[in-house]
Nanobody, 127 residues
Framework: QVQLAESGGGLVQPGDSLRLSCAAS????????MGWFRQAPGKEREFVAA??????YYADSVKGRFTISRDNTKSTVDLQMNSLKPEDTAVYYC??????????????????????WGQGTQVTVSP
């Protein structure tokens, strides 16, 4: 079992930056693909970014503004968010799944493929 815990959320203004972090425990971190998803009020949870040994993947809405990174020695995955917009307001979730093969990019973007989830951290972007 993998336990995930997010941190770093908060209230920021449009154009600001924020860095989210997710700490994992319980299993060999490097064997897992790590992803970030978000859920805005009244909307379904959506893919933001993911990282595995095969590559990094971003939603079009955050490409060029957000950067996902991981430190396998510390079992952490971060999401650096720059040029934040009000539409980035959401609860951000860290997620993981055990990697057994090479998967196509859309596999990492699909919520149901992730079987470990954190509790989420709130990000609010408001003037």
């Amino acid at each position: 079992q993998v336990q995930l815990a997010e941190s770093g959320g908060g209230l920021v203004q449009p154009g600001d930056s924020l860095r989210l972090s997710c700490a994992a425990s319980g299993r060999t971190f490097s064997n897992y693909a790590m992803g970030w998803f978000r859920q805005a009020p009244g909307k379904e949870r959506e893919f933001v970014a993911a990282m595995s040994w095969s590559g990094t993947y971003y939603a079009d809405s955050v490409k060029g503004r957000f950067t996902i990174s991981r430190d396998n020695t510390k079992s952490t995955v971060d999401l650096q968010m720059n040029s934040l917009k009000p539409e980035d307001t959401a609860v951000y979730y860290c997620a993981a799944f055990r990697v057994f093969a090479s998967y196509p990019p859309n596999y990492y973007q699909t919520e149901k493929n992730y079987d470990h989830w954190g509790q989420g951290t709130q990000v609010t972007v408001s003037p």
